[in-house]
Each structure stands twice: as structure tokens, then as C-alpha cells.
């Protein structure tokens, strides 16, 4: 059996555990969408960079209801996450060109879920090659670009 380690998660997960409130929550408090990277804002969700990616342009639809199970979710909120999705396919194919999507949801602690008291979908860009040696062997991961940069960049391609 062949294991898949992601050791420079721990810190993802282990500030995930402490209770200090829902992370998608105080972004939309804060109202600085520049500082809690979050670039596009729709009628019942909100679109944010992952501050942990696994790849460039890796990106979360998140309902502004703060709910944790998919069958409590607002049927309005679910399909807009799926249009939004469509907007970021779009955004990301003219930004980026990567060869292939993974969208998700990790719905509770045993499926892998670092935020579990808030749904979201995630939405992460792929390129043959982007999971390498670096990652298993340095406990590195390679970003080619900065948070910040990917944050203008979709924000101007979702405009």
C-alpha cells in the first residue's frame, strides 16, 4: 500500500482546531476582501483563496450561511455555488490553462474537513506533474506564484 503524506498540512489542521470561531465567518465580518482574500462576492456565496493551497488558484465557494451539513444548506445557496463554480472554471481556463479541476467538499473531521462547522466547496486547478518529489521528500511545497497575486489575477478575470 503506498501512503500520501502532507506534512506541511499540520498547521492548516491543527489552527482548525482551535475554537476561535469560523474563519469564513469573520471574513465576511471583516470586510476587507483585499485582506481576507475573498474575490468575488455573489448573493448567497462568496468566493476566497485557500491561504493553504494545494496548487495555484486554489479557491473556496463558500455559502455566507453558516452551516455544516449539505442537507441543511439552502437549495438557492447549493446552485449558486455550482454557477460560481462555473465563473471560477472559466476564469481560471483564460488565467491559468491547467489541465484538469478537482472540486470538492470534505464534509466532517473524518472526511478531512479543516473547517467542519461551515460547508464549502472547493476548486483547485491541476497540471500533470503538480504533486512531485519536493512535497514527499522535503516536506515542501512549491507555489509558483504569491497569494496576492492569484488574488488580482482571478479578480480580474471574474470582473
Not at 6 to 26: H, M, N, Q, S, V
Not at 121 to 136: E, I
Amino acid at each position: 500500500m503506498d501512503y500520501l503524506w502532507t506534512p506541511w498540512r499540520y498547521r492548516y489542521i491543527a489552527d482548525a482546531l482551535k475554537d476561535e470561531g469560523c474563519i469564513f465567518c469573520a471574513a465576511i465580518a471583516a470586510g476587507d476582501d483585499v485582506k481576507t482574500q475573498i474575490v468575488l462576492r455573489g448573493s448567497k456565496n462568496f468566493v476566497i483563496l485557500n491561504r493553504y493551497p494545494y496548487t495555484t488558484g486554489h479557491v473556496m465557494v463558500v455559502p455566507y450561511a453558516h452551516v455544516a451539513d449539505l442537507s441543511a444548506a439552502d437549495p438557492d445557496a447549493l446552485a449558486e455555488m455550482m454557477v460560481l463554480s462555473q465563473r471560477l472554471h472559466t476564469a481560471l481556463e483564460h488565467t491559468y490553462h491547467p489541465q484538469g479541476y478537482n472540486l470538492g467538499m470534505n464534509l466532517g473531521r473524518a472526511a478531512g474537513a479543516g473547517v467542519t462547522g461551515h460547508l464549502h466547496l472547493h476548486v483547485l486547478p491541476r497540471w500533470s506533474g503538480d504533486a512531485n518529489f519536493m512535497t514527499v521528500v522535503s516536506e515542501t511545497r512549491v507555489e509558483p506564484e504569491e497569494l496576492s497575486t492569484t488574488y488580482e489575477k482571478l479578480r480580474k478575470a471574474l470582473a
